[in-house]
Protein backbone atom coordinates (compact mmCIF):
# COMPACT_ATOMS: atom_id res chain seq x y z
CA UNK A 1 0.00 0.00 0.00
CA UNK A 2 1.48 3.50 -1.07
CA UNK A 3 1.28 6.12 1.42
CA UNK A 4 2.96 8.66 4.23
CA UNK A 5 3.43 7.55 7.39
CA UNK A 6 3.96 9.91 10.18
CA UNK A 7 5.61 9.23 13.78
CA UNK A 8 5.42 8.78 16.54
CA UNK A 9 1.13 9.83 16.56
CA UNK A 10 1.57 11.35 20.17
CA UNK A 11 5.03 13.19 21.41
CA UNK A 12 5.38 14.78 24.68
CA UNK A 13 8.82 16.35 25.78
CA UNK A 14 9.72 19.22 27.95
CA UNK A 15 10.36 22.62 27.23
CA UNK A 16 13.91 23.17 25.91
CA UNK A 17 14.30 19.76 24.85
CA UNK A 18 14.74 19.78 20.55
CA UNK A 19 12.71 16.72 19.04
CA UNK A 20 12.78 15.21 15.61
CA UNK A 21 9.00 14.22 13.86
CA UNK A 22 9.37 11.55 11.59
CA UNK A 23 7.80 11.42 8.09
CA UNK A 24 8.44 9.10 5.28
CA UNK A 25 6.43 8.60 2.25
CA UNK A 26 6.01 5.35 -0.65
CA UNK A 27 4.40 7.41 -3.45
CA UNK A 28 7.41 8.33 -5.36
CA UNK A 29 6.82 11.69 -4.94
CA UNK A 30 9.79 14.63 -5.44
CA UNK A 31 7.96 17.38 -3.20
CA UNK A 32 6.96 16.73 0.34
CA UNK A 33 5.74 19.34 3.10
CA UNK A 34 5.49 20.10 6.72
CA UNK A 35 1.98 22.13 8.25
CA UNK A 36 1.58 22.71 11.69
CA UNK A 37 -1.74 23.32 12.84
CA UNK A 38 -3.46 24.72 16.06
CA UNK A 39 -6.94 24.34 17.25
CA UNK A 40 -9.63 26.26 14.68
CA UNK A 41 -6.54 27.03 12.41
CA UNK A 42 -5.97 26.92 9.31
CA UNK A 43 -2.44 24.74 7.91
CA UNK A 44 0.32 26.80 7.65
CA UNK A 45 3.66 25.97 6.03
CA UNK A 46 6.96 25.53 7.59
CA UNK A 47 9.17 23.91 5.04
CA UNK A 48 9.03 22.31 1.64
CA UNK A 49 11.20 20.47 -0.59
CA UNK A 50 11.07 19.94 -4.09
CA UNK A 51 13.87 17.76 -4.62
CA UNK A 52 16.68 15.54 -2.28
CA UNK A 53 19.04 17.37 -0.61
CA UNK A 54 16.50 20.83 -1.13
CA UNK A 55 14.29 22.41 0.86
CA UNK A 56 13.12 26.11 1.29
CA UNK A 57 11.47 28.13 4.41
CA UNK A 58 7.55 28.30 4.36
CA UNK A 59 6.25 31.10 6.19
CA UNK A 60 6.80 29.86 9.84
CA UNK A 61 10.22 28.25 9.53
CA UNK A 62 11.91 29.54 12.57
CA UNK A 63 12.67 27.77 15.45
CA UNK A 64 12.11 24.51 12.90
CA UNK A 65 15.15 22.53 10.71
CA UNK A 66 14.68 19.67 8.28
CA UNK A 67 16.42 17.62 6.31
CA UNK A 68 16.05 15.69 2.38
CA UNK A 69 18.63 13.09 2.17
CA UNK A 70 16.44 10.52 1.14
CA UNK A 71 13.25 10.76 -1.56
CA UNK A 72 11.46 9.13 1.08
CA UNK A 73 12.15 10.81 3.98
CA UNK A 74 11.60 14.60 5.19
CA UNK A 75 11.97 14.71 8.99
CA UNK A 76 11.27 17.61 11.10
CA UNK A 77 12.98 18.87 13.89
CA UNK A 78 11.51 21.37 16.36
CA UNK A 79 14.07 23.06 18.13
CA UNK A 80 14.01 24.75 21.67
CA UNK A 81 13.84 28.02 20.22
CA UNK A 82 10.45 27.71 19.05
CA UNK A 83 8.20 29.53 21.03
CA UNK A 84 5.06 27.63 20.62
CA UNK A 85 6.00 23.78 19.58
CA UNK A 86 2.59 22.47 21.07
CA UNK A 87 0.40 21.83 17.76
CA UNK A 88 -0.63 19.20 14.94
CA UNK A 89 2.37 18.78 12.71
CA UNK A 90 1.32 17.67 9.47
CA UNK A 91 3.40 15.71 6.65
CA UNK A 92 2.68 15.93 3.04
CA UNK A 93 3.84 14.97 -0.17
CA UNK A 94 2.71 15.63 -4.09
CA UNK A 95 4.26 14.41 -7.49
CA UNK A 96 5.69 17.65 -8.07
CA UNK A 97 5.19 21.10 -6.18
CA UNK A 98 1.80 22.70 -7.50
CA UNK A 99 -0.35 19.73 -7.59
CA UNK A 100 -2.27 17.60 -5.02
CA UNK A 101 -0.61 17.28 -1.82
CA UNK A 102 -1.21 14.12 0.10
CA UNK A 103 -1.23 13.78 4.23
CA UNK A 104 0.27 11.67 6.90
CA UNK A 105 -2.12 10.49 9.51
CA UNK A 106 -0.12 13.59 11.93
CA UNK A 107 2.11 14.04 14.88
CA UNK A 108 0.33 15.61 17.60
CA UNK A 109 3.52 17.40 19.64
CA UNK A 110 2.75 18.48 23.23
CA UNK A 111 5.79 20.51 24.93
CA UNK A 112 5.03 21.07 29.01
CA UNK B 1 -7.62 40.54 2.48
CA UNK B 2 -6.59 36.80 3.08
CA UNK B 3 -5.76 35.05 0.07
CA UNK B 4 -8.21 31.76 0.25
CA UNK B 5 -11.45 32.82 2.25
CA UNK B 6 -14.25 30.35 3.80
CA UNK B 7 -16.96 31.24 5.68
CA UNK B 8 -15.56 29.20 9.48
CA UNK B 9 -19.64 28.08 9.97
CA UNK B 10 -20.92 25.79 11.23
CA UNK B 11 -22.88 24.80 8.49
CA UNK B 12 -25.88 23.27 9.49
CA UNK B 13 -28.26 20.66 6.72
CA UNK B 14 -30.49 18.15 7.14
CA UNK B 15 -29.63 14.70 5.97
CA UNK B 16 -29.87 14.16 2.53
CA UNK B 17 -30.25 17.35 1.93
CA UNK B 18 -27.75 19.41 -0.31
CA UNK B 19 -24.47 20.83 1.38
CA UNK B 20 -22.96 23.91 -0.26
CA UNK B 21 -19.63 25.10 0.56
CA UNK B 22 -17.50 27.85 -1.14
CA UNK B 23 -14.46 29.73 -1.04
CA UNK B 24 -13.02 32.71 -2.51
CA UNK B 25 -9.28 33.44 -3.87
CA UNK B 26 -7.55 36.78 -3.99
CA UNK B 27 -5.36 35.99 -7.40
CA UNK B 28 -6.78 35.70 -10.59
CA UNK B 29 -4.03 33.74 -12.45
CA UNK B 30 -4.24 31.07 -10.08
CA UNK B 31 -4.69 27.61 -11.46
CA UNK B 32 -5.42 24.62 -9.81
CA UNK B 33 -7.93 24.16 -7.07
CA UNK B 34 -8.10 21.45 -4.24
CA UNK B 35 -11.05 20.67 -1.66
CA UNK B 36 -9.91 18.74 1.03
CA UNK B 37 -12.16 16.81 3.74
CA UNK B 38 -10.36 16.67 8.30
CA UNK B 39 -12.57 15.18 10.25
CA UNK B 40 -12.09 16.02 14.16
CA UNK B 41 -8.53 14.90 15.29
CA UNK B 42 -7.67 13.42 11.93
CA UNK B 43 -5.47 14.53 8.98
CA UNK B 44 -6.48 16.48 5.98
CA UNK B 45 -8.16 13.91 3.39
CA UNK B 46 -7.84 15.13 -0.56
CA UNK B 47 -11.94 14.90 -1.65
CA UNK B 48 -11.68 16.82 -5.40
CA UNK B 49 -9.17 18.36 -7.16
CA UNK B 50 -10.07 20.90 -10.36
CA UNK B 51 -8.41 22.70 -12.86
CA UNK B 52 -10.79 24.14 -15.55
CA UNK B 53 -13.75 26.77 -15.09
CA UNK B 54 -17.09 24.65 -14.62
CA UNK B 55 -18.57 21.55 -12.98
CA UNK B 56 -16.49 18.50 -12.19
CA UNK B 57 -18.19 15.65 -10.17
CA UNK B 58 -17.21 12.20 -8.73
CA UNK B 59 -20.15 10.58 -6.73
CA UNK B 60 -22.21 12.62 -4.29
CA UNK B 61 -19.32 15.43 -4.95
CA UNK B 62 -18.94 18.24 -7.46
CA UNK B 63 -16.64 21.12 -7.30
CA UNK B 64 -17.55 24.67 -9.48
CA UNK B 65 -15.10 26.77 -10.42
CA UNK B 66 -15.13 29.71 -11.80
CA UNK B 67 -12.39 31.94 -12.44
CA UNK B 68 -13.92 35.16 -13.40
CA UNK B 69 -15.13 34.93 -10.25
CA UNK B 70 -12.74 33.88 -8.38
CA UNK B 71 -14.65 31.04 -6.66
CA UNK B 72 -14.73 27.49 -6.08
CA UNK B 73 -17.27 25.94 -4.40
CA UNK B 74 -18.33 22.22 -3.58
CA UNK B 75 -21.35 20.64 -3.00
CA UNK B 76 -22.63 17.59 -1.19
CA UNK B 77 -25.45 15.92 -2.36
CA UNK B 78 -27.98 13.73 -0.29
CA UNK B 79 -25.55 14.72 2.75
CA UNK B 80 -24.64 11.81 5.27
CA UNK B 81 -23.96 12.20 9.16
CA UNK B 82 -20.82 10.94 8.49
CA UNK B 83 -19.88 13.67 6.12
CA UNK B 84 -19.71 16.10 9.13
CA UNK B 85 -16.39 17.38 8.92
CA UNK B 86 -14.47 20.62 8.74
CA UNK B 87 -13.95 21.29 4.76
CA UNK B 88 -10.92 22.93 3.21
CA UNK B 89 -10.10 24.73 0.26
CA UNK B 90 -6.36 25.02 -1.00
CA UNK B 91 -5.17 26.96 -4.18
CA UNK B 92 -2.23 26.98 -6.06
CA UNK B 93 -1.18 30.41 -7.51
CA UNK B 94 1.06 30.64 -10.70
CA UNK B 95 4.58 30.46 -10.49
CA UNK B 96 4.61 29.57 -6.46
CA UNK B 97 5.31 25.75 -5.33
CA UNK B 98 2.84 25.91 -2.19
CA UNK B 99 -0.84 25.20 -1.77
CA UNK B 100 -2.75 28.58 0.11
CA UNK B 101 -4.75 26.76 2.62
CA UNK B 102 -8.39 28.18 3.73
CA UNK B 103 -9.47 27.89 7.72
CA UNK B 104 -11.79 25.49 6.89
CA UNK B 105 -16.03 25.17 6.97
CA UNK B 106 -17.06 22.93 9.44
CA UNK B 107 -20.26 20.86 7.82
CA UNK B 108 -22.20 19.34 10.63
CA UNK B 109 -25.28 17.28 8.89
CA UNK B 110 -27.94 16.40 11.09
CA UNK B 111 -30.48 13.09 11.63
Known amino acids: DGGITQSPKYLFRKEGQNVTLSCEQNLNHDAMYWYRQDPGQGLRLIYY???????QKGDIAEGYSVSREKKESFPLTVTSAQKNPTAFYLCASSIVTGYEQYFGPGTRLTVT | QKEVEQNSGPLSVPEGAIASLNCTYS??????FFWYRQYSGKSPELIMS????GDKEDGRFTAQLNKASQYVSLLIRDSQPSDSATYLCAVNMLNTDKLIFGTGTRLQVFP
Open chain 2, 50 to 53: IYSN
Open chain 1, 49 to 55: SQIVNDF
Open chain 2, 27 to 32: DRVSQS
